[in-house]
């Protein structure tokens, strides 16, 4: 995992008193009983979104599945080089994240 991009996960979750990043060597976020974020082992970053945030997403960025130990994780956006060096859009999208899982029935 590429150093730098889990500084900047860490720097950004930190921002949000909402999110505890978890999990040793797969860093995630999660509430509700649901994962809403997630770092794979190559080091890239997913983002649980719902299908309207999605299609906003993919207007913008291009929305790439997010592929983690081979398995694409359904909902997960990829989040893109130009955007980890966003940290106030990054916070934006963890925090659509976040309410999208609240939104669920609770796990």
């Given amino acids: 995992m590429r150093e730098e991009i889990l500084q900047l996960y860490d720097k950004v979750v930190e921002a949000n008193p909402n999110f505890v990043r978890k999990g040793k060597t797969m860093p995630y976020t999660s509430a509700n009983g649901y994962m809403f974020s997630l770092l794979n082992k190559d080091g ?12 906003k997403f993919d207007e913008t ?29 990054l916070g934006k999208y963890l925090k659509k994240g976040f309410e999208y899982v609240m939104s669920l029935s609770p796990k």
Wanted: aromatic share 10%; charged share 30%.
């Fill in 44 to 55: 890239e970053l997913g983002i649980r979104l719902s299908k309207e945030d999605t299609v």
């Fill in 61 to 89: 960025y291009g929305a790439k599945p997010f592929i983690s130990y081979g398995a694409t994780m359904r909902e997960y956006v990829l989040i893109p080089e130009s955007l980890l060096e966003d940290e106030e859009t």
